[in-house]
Nanobody
Framework: QVQFVESGGGLVQPGGSLRLSCAAS????????MGWYRQAPGKQRDFVAR???????YYADSVRGRFTISRDNTKNTVVLQMNSLQPEDTAVYYC????????????WGQGTQVTVSS
């Protein structure tokens, strides 16, 4: 079974940057996209960004132009470069695969906390 371990979160001031990493163990479907999600306290988990197996990317409107997703298929890692962070970006960030139906086929990891505060 595939497991995900997110890292790189922390406390950063508004306007700052963080680089989140996701390490996946096990075999991910070769045609699956990889995505980042976030969940703020008391809110649902929201989509942030995804990158397909052929390199296509898509971002939520709230992060487009500020965040960049990348992936290394060989190492089964996904990175989210977060720039120009705002307090509204504060959340626990998760990664997961995305299948052809838009589903997340694997269990969620623990996530990594991102806190943007002055």
């Amino acid at each position: 079974q595939v497991q995900f371990v997110e890292s790189g979160g922390g406390l950063v001031q508004p306007g700052g940057s963080l680089r989140l990493s996701c390490a996946a163990s096990g075999s991910i479907g070769s045609s699956y996209s990889m995505g980042w999600y976030r969940q703020a306290p008391g809110k649902q988990r929201d989509f942030v960004a995804r990158k397909s197996s052929i390199g296509r990317t898509y971002y939520a409107d709230s992060v487009r132009g500020r965040f960049t997703i990348s992936r290394d298929n060989t190492k089964n890692t996904v990175v989210l470069q977060m720039n120009s962070l705002q307090p509204e970006d504060t959340a626990v960030y998760y990664c997961n695969a995305i299948d052809s139906y838009g589903r997340n086929p694997y269990n969620w990891g623990q996530g990594t906390q991102v806190t943007v505060s002055s």
